[in-house]
């Protein structure tokens, strides 16, 4: 079946290190979507990617697109004590009309 | 301006029963999508349905099933309930599969 993984399961750093979630799909898809879930929330979208290849940033958090359109990154630079939560990639299967969830990153900090 | 709303926030159910779930999409949203979360995971893919009509279906039981309404908003039914079945309902809806606004979900807990 369509899958999305995502690693590590788990990161924890100090405060001020940087962090990166890894996802990979194992089919080609139409675009790529992040979100963050805090500890008793629901998910909240971050940003997506369409294209090939690109880069989009936000702030501290950088995200990238991979050319064959089936792997994707999240970089957080300095974590920061707000940054705590569950991050998840979440890819659209091209063709098909779902978006399908990676198992998530779960961040900690150190203050 | 409303997020999306859904309803009850928890429920607790026997084995057996059968649950209605309900969600209305932000205004001028078509589509509403469905998902399963358990503890610790990623939302699983449940259902999307887009102007009335489903447009995707995950890997759920046919116990499941949910509609949408002219209005937009839409219910999720689930039958014959089991144990397994509790876990933390999302309901997301969108603009066109473009970044997925989720409501806080139904938390139901079956017994």
């Known amino acids: 079946g369509q899958q999305v993984m995502q690693i590590p399961q788990y990161q924890h750093v100090q405060e001020g290190e940087d962090f990166t979630t890894y996802c990979n799909s194992s089919?080609?898809?139409?675009?790529i979507q992040w979100y963050k879930q805090r500890p008793g929330g629901h998910p909240v979208f971050l940003i997506q990617l369409v294209k090939s290849g690109e880069v989009k940033k936000q702030k501290r958090l950088t995200f990238q697109f991979g050319e064959a359109k089936k792997n994707s990154s999240l970089h957080i630079t300095a974590t920061q004590t707000t940054d705590v939560g569950t991050y998840f990639c979440?890819?659209?299967?091209?063709?098909?009309?779902?978006?399908?969830f990676g198992q998530g990153t779960r961040l900690t900090i150190n203050p | 301006d409303a997020g999306v709303t859904q309803s009850p926030t928890h429920l607790i159910k026997t084995r057996g029963q059968h649950v209605t779930l309900r969600c209305s999409p932000i205004s001028g949203h078509k589509s509403v999508s469905w998902y399963q979360q358990v503890l610790g995971q990623g939302p699983q893919f449940i259902f999307q349905y887009y102007e009335k009509e489903e447009r995707g279906r995950g890997n759920f039981p046919d116990r499941f099933s949910a509609r949408q309404f002219p209005n937009y908003s839409s219910e999720l039914n689930v039958n014959a309930l089991l144990l397994g079945d509790s876990a933390l309902y999302l309901c997301?809806?969108?603009?066109?599969?473009?970044?997925?606004?989720f409501g806080s979900g139904t938390r139901l807990t079956v017994v």
């Open positions: 997301a809806s969108s603009f066109s599969n473009y970044g997925y606004t």
């Open positions: 979440a890819g659209l299967i091209q063709g098909a009309q779902k978006l399908v």
């Open positions: 089919t080609t898809l139409s675009n």
